[in-house]
């Protein structure tokens, strides 16, 4: 069963990221309109969307960061210590 | 302390067990033994352990406790003996009994440091937890594995001889032995000892490397023990002495970053999990830091939550390892068609460690974060919701992606291998995944066992809104940047290259240069020294036997009669000696203690 599933979603994987695009949409959309913001302890949480920018820059900033950290010497090869 | 009756050690029950098991036959009866031990121990723990200052024992000068239960240890002994169960079950396969022993000595160990009420039982306890644990590491039987556990074993007798010089150091200072809150805002030398001494088990930088060494390293069984108990008992000590002590906030952001950033590089999927465990300490080691009734409120509540979806992943990763015989990313691919089961509830673990509305981790992680922001440290709530966007990047989307899902890695015979591991192994990780959705769905379970009376609610709007947008916009970057997650047969080189580079140094000092040296003295020796000093010898015996035997007769061999004598009346004298000094060894630190 669970196999199956997994297969149909694989099957629609297009339909899928649209799926997952207008999720992301309809989050900023309660974010602006529906959320009440009022507890918010800075100011910058009071900006439309914030935690969605705050989300992808660092998604997006963490994997870039790590891996030029990993370049700078830190990945070696599996036998390094042996 | 004043002792509150009779009450059973639930370490006891588990030592006693562990004692008993091997004579214990084969087949069913054996398997209900097995389960039975540590379902008593929870039951002691549960119903039989109400609150009071229980096993308190005059020795020498000072009195023993064994066994303080209040809110604080109460929540930690009860997820302790409960994840014991779930480990049990899922080991309930291995025939071999020492894997077993050895997983329960440890977790006795790490209760006795739970109820511990001095600084003495504590130490005894912990000294248990480091040299039983060990073993989890040694039964792997890989040469990597020995060489770990000898890593694993220096590095906690480090700890414990700093913590042992902490609270020796305190107890000549106050004369107090009892394990309680320490003076934070007036730190003597002591206090950071103490704290350096539990920051080694905590796995706080510089002092984490062992961690990731050590559970990558252990058995498919024992690492599933290891996870859960070493570092939240360390957790646990940091929260009963060191709340609110200020500079643990910073190690504690540093943790969480560090971690994540280790664990997007990680090429192994149980390396993955152990740096994983670093960055959720950080969360718990900053809320120790902040020390307000949410933030220790926050750290038990994610402890708690922590040790079962932990537990959860690494038998989800473990499941995979013992079936196809790989961890590595770069030989996994495209299991879920295999082991379907074991990827939905690896999906339990991920999601409930990423935090999500409905799992466990999200209410507990966010107790911490908004701790983080009531008392306007605002780079500390960024800083761990950056940590816990790092961590669903990792734990949510990598780790199933290249381990379930994509194209394969795996060799024709890894997947011929690969299926959903046996029953105990499947049940276990139900149980964990059960409780993984009913702590995160029916709040008041774990909030009414804090320490601390719960204003807290995880479930605002605000919040879930905050929790989706974030987690939906990593996806999003992810997605993006896909290439860049693919994984690399490679290791990542951390801090413990200074000990392993110092350690390799010390042994080329002994091979190269001192061992020249060696020879060199050899050399020496037969040419200067043997020649002559056998012409000598050869003269004076020449000269005994002639000239002086010949006056005196008999009197050399009267001589060397008396030496036998002598020979044999030493080797007693030596055991004397030995038993002389360890008599006084006692002494002297009984005089230092009174």
Known sequence: MIVEFLDYLRAHLRALSRLGIAFIVLLLCIDIFVIDKQHAHTAIQHFPGFWTIFGFVVGAGLIIVAKWFGRQGIRQKEDYYD | MIDSGSWLHPSVILMVGALLLPLIGKGAAKKAFIVLVPVLAFIDVWQYSPQGVYGVIQFMDWKLTFGRIDKLSEIFAYVMSLMCIIGTIYSLHEEDDRQMIAAWFYVAGSLGVILAGDYLVLFLFSEIMAF???????????????????????????????????????????????????????????????????????AVPPLHSWLPDTYAEASVTGAVFMCAFTTK????????????????????????????????????????????????????????????????????????????????????CGSVLYMTGKSKFTDLGGLYRKMPRTLVYIMVGALSMAALPFFSGFVTKSMIIAAGFEEHLYWVGFGLTMASAGTFLYVCVKLPYLMFFGETRASEETMQKAADPPWNMQLAMAIGAFFCIFIGSYTPFLYNMLPFANTFNAYTPMHISETMQVVAATALACYLLRRKLQPTAEISLDLDWFYRMAGRGFFWLAKVPLQTID??????????????????????????????DGTIDGSARGVRGAGGVVRRSQDGLQASIFWASAIGGVLLIAYVFS
């Open chain 2, 233 to 316: 008992t360390a957790i646990y000590t940091l929260i009963r002495c060191l709340a609110g002590m200020e500079i643990l906030i910073v190690f504690g952001v540093i943790m969480a970053l560090y971690g994540v950033i280790y664990a997007i590089l990680e090429n192994d999927c149980r390396r993955l999990l152990a740096w994983s465990i670093m960055s959720q300490l950080g969360y718990m080691v900053c809320g120790v830091g902040i020390g307000t009734e949410l933030a220790i409120n926050g750290a038990c509540a994610h402890a708690f939550a922590h040790i079962l979806y932990k537990g959860l992943l690494f038998m989800g």
């Open chain 2, 132 to 202: 039983s644990s060990v073993f989890l590491v040694w039964f792997r039987r890989s040469p990597k594995s020995i060489a770990t556990g000898f890593r694993y074993l220096l590095v906690h007798t480090f700890g414990g001889l700093v913590l042992l010089a902490g609270f020796v150091l305190r107890y000549k200072a106050t004369g107090d032995l009892s394990f309680t809150q320490l003076d934070v805002h007036n730190p003597a030398l002591y206090t950071y000892i103490i704290m350096v001494g539990f920051m080694v088990n905590a």
């Open chain 2, 519 to 548: 020879n060199w003295v050899g050399v020496i020796y037969r040419i200067i020294g043997l020649g002559p000093l056998m012409v000598i010898s050869k003269f004076w015996s020449w000269f005994d036997w002639n000239a002086i």
